[in-house]
């Protein structure tokens, strides 16, 4: 059983940063951050495979978010520049049981309970 706390999360002027946090209780391979905006299906953010070595992103973030992840502290990080009105959701961290990387939701065993993120204009 792996439990999954994010952080990190607030409101923040459009073209600022913000930098979430997400700690594992237990062990973890793969993981991955999913977003989910109001009245939208969640979708797919970004992804890292266990050694940090191979990362993904969605072209929405590609070039403004960076996945990153610290195995001594287990807890992955999603640092967010240049963000956008549409980047306003709540975010969820993910994790696999498999290493690799992963962009689908069913491919994760366990999920966080979010973080709220909002971008005014």
């Known amino acids: 059983q792996v439990q999954l706390v994010e952080s990190g999360g607030g409101l923040v002027q459009a073209g600022g940063s913000l930098r979430l946090s997400c700690a594992a209780a237990?062990?973890?391979?793969?993981m991955g951050w999913f977003r989910q905006a109001p009245g939208k299906e969640r979708e797919f953010v970004a992804a890292?495979?266990?050694?940090?070595?191979?990362?993904y992103y969605s072209d929405s973030v590609k070039g403004r978010f960076t996945i990153s992840r610290d195995n001594a502290k287990n807890t992955v990080y999603l640092q967010m520049n240049s963000l956008k009105p549409e980047d306003t959701a709540v975010y969820f961290c993910?994790?696999?049981?498999?290493?690799?990387?992963?962009?689908?939701?069913?491919?994760?065993?366990?999920w966080g309970q979010g973080t709220q993120v909002i971008v005014s204009s």
């Open positions: 993910a994790a696999a049981a498999a290493s690799g990387i992963w962009t689908r939701e069913s491919d994760y065993t366990y």
């Open positions: 237990g062990r973890t391979f793969s």
């Open positions: 890292i495979n266990w050694s940090g070595s191979s990362t």
